[in-house]
Antibody, heavy 121, light 107 residues
Framework: QVQLQESGPGLVKPSETLSLTCTVSGDSISAYYWSWIRQPPGKGLEWIGYIYYTGSTTYNPSLKSRVTISLDTSKNQFSLKLNSVTPADTAVYSC???????????????WGQGTLVTVSS | DIQMTQSPSSLSASVGDRVTITCRASQTISSYLNWYQQKPGKAPKLLIYAASNLQSGVPSRFSGSGSGTDFTLTISSLQPEDFATYYCQQSYSTPYTFGQGTKVEIK
């Protein structure tokens, strides 16, 4: 059973860099896409981006200039960095596997439990 | 970006009711539509993928239909554990986008 767990600071100061890590267990990170999604308090879900196991990345254009997603295959982890944060970046950040099946359909499954990151001085 | 619009935003229903949630895409997305259930403080859980395919382990009272721009999630007989927020998501093109959510509450 694949499980994902986010870790990282819960409080980040404005203008600094938000850094989170997702540890994957039960499956090798050397397959599929690995994604970050966020949800501001009381709001909907926003896809941040993903990284393919080859290291290729795709980001949401709304965040592209500030986002970096990377892989560490030796630790079976992938990470998110979001720089120049503002209070608008306060959200629950979740990691998820972007799974694709033999018929070519894609979906987020499973998800980590999510971690709240607050941007405040 | 493809905009996903769900309706209603919230609904009140009783145990045993049949519940229908709709999701409309701003352009055609074929069958690249997924449905998730989220309970307070928990991560979203995949219910339906590719518009109508039930994820393994999901009760058969959940079903999905539609293609193109209009999609439906149906719960045939609402159970106490189904009170949650439901989201649709398009996997047709990046940036992947979600509907705003439909909160199903106890009547």
């Amino acid at each position: 059973q694949v499980q994902l767990q986010e870790s990282g600071p819960g409080l980040v100061k404005p203008s600094e860099t938000l850094s989170l890590t997702c540890t994957v267990s039960g499956d090798s990170i050397s397959a599929y896409y690995w994604s970050w999604i966020r949800q501001p308090p009381g709001k909907g879900l926003e896809w941040i981006g993903y990284i393919y196991y080859t290291g290729s990345t795709t980001y949401n254009p709304s965040l592209k200039s500030r986002v970096t997603i990377s892989l560490d295959t030796s630790k079976n982890q992938f990470s998110l960095k979001l720089n120049s944060v503002t209070p608008a970046d306060t959200a629950v950040y979740s990691c998820a596997r972007y799974y694709y099946d033999s018929t070519g359909y894609y979906y987020f499954d499973p998800w980590g439990q999510g971690t709240l990151v607050t941007v405040s001085s | 970006d493809i905009q996903m619009t769900q309706s209603p935003s919230s609904l009140s229903a009783s145990v045993g009711d049949r519940v229908t949630i709709t999701c409309r895409a701003s352009q055609t997305i074929s069958s690249y539509l997924n449905w998730y259930q989220q309970k307070p403080g928990k991560a979203p859980k995949l219910l339906i993928y590719a518009a109508s395919n039930l994820q393994s382990g999901v009760p058969s009272r959940f079903s999905g239909s539609g293609s193109g721009t209009d999609f439906t999630l149906t719960i045939s007989s609402l159970q106490p554990e189904d009170f949650a927020t439901y989201y649709c998501q398009q996997s047709y093109s990046t940036p992947y986008t979600f509907g705003q959510g439909t909160k199903v509450e106890i009547k």
